[in-house]
Structure formats: C-alpha cells, structure tokens
C-alpha cells in the first residue's frame, strides 16, 4: 500500500491528511506538489512524509511518481513499459 496526495487538496490541505493518518499508521506516503518551498518540504518530512513528486515530473517518460511508488512499497524500479503505462493504470 501507498498513499499519493496533493499538497493542496480542494477543501483539505495534503500535510493535515499526512498528519491524520500519521496518528494511525505508517504507510508510504508520497506528496505531490507543484512546486514546495524548502519551510514546506521541512515541515512534510517532519510529518513523516516519505517522499515527495513535482506534478511537472511526475507524469514524465521517466515514470518519476511510478519509480518512487514502487521504492516506497520496496518493490524493483518499474521498466519502461511500466511507467509508460503507469498513468493510464492509476489516476494521477
């Protein structure tokens, strides 16, 4: 499992979703953000984020948010072929 939240969620902030499952669990976390000032990203690593994606890389032929799923789950890197389907398989 891993869970994959914008830092700003419509209605809800993504640090306060980090923070409330924080209190009951320790699943990956991953935030994505378009972009996260260095107080922002200090204050999301002390949350106990576990990494975080730019929304301008994360859909990439490089398959950015793919490659830092699968090493927050401890899965091997995804291949090409993964990531280029990545975004197609999950929503983003």
């Known amino acids: 499992d891993c869970i994959v939240?914008?830092?700003?969620v419509p209605s809800y902030h993504?640090?306060?979703f980090l923070r409330a499952v924080?209190?009951?669990s320790h699943v990956p976390f991953v935030l994505l953000?378009?972009?996260l000032s260095s107080d922002a990203l200090a204050e999301a690593m002390g949350a106990g984020v576990t990494d975080y994606v730019p929304k301008s890389l994360a859909?990439?032929?490089d398959g950015l948010l793919a490659d830092r799923i699968c090493r927050?789950?401890?899965d091997d890197?995804?291949?090409n072929a993964q990531s280029e389907n990545f975004?197609?398989?999950?929503s983003v």
Do not use: I, K, M
Request: glycine share 12%; hydrophobic share 25%.
């Open 14 to 16: 993504g640090l306060a």
């Open 59 to 61: 859909t990439t032929a």
């Open 87 to 90: 975004g197609s398989q999950y």
């Open 77 to 79: 890197a995804p291949t």
């Open 5 to 8: 939240c914008d830092y700003r």
């Open 72 to 74: 927050c789950v401890g």
């Open 33 to 35: 953000t378009r972009e």
């Open 22 to 24: 924080r209190q009951v």
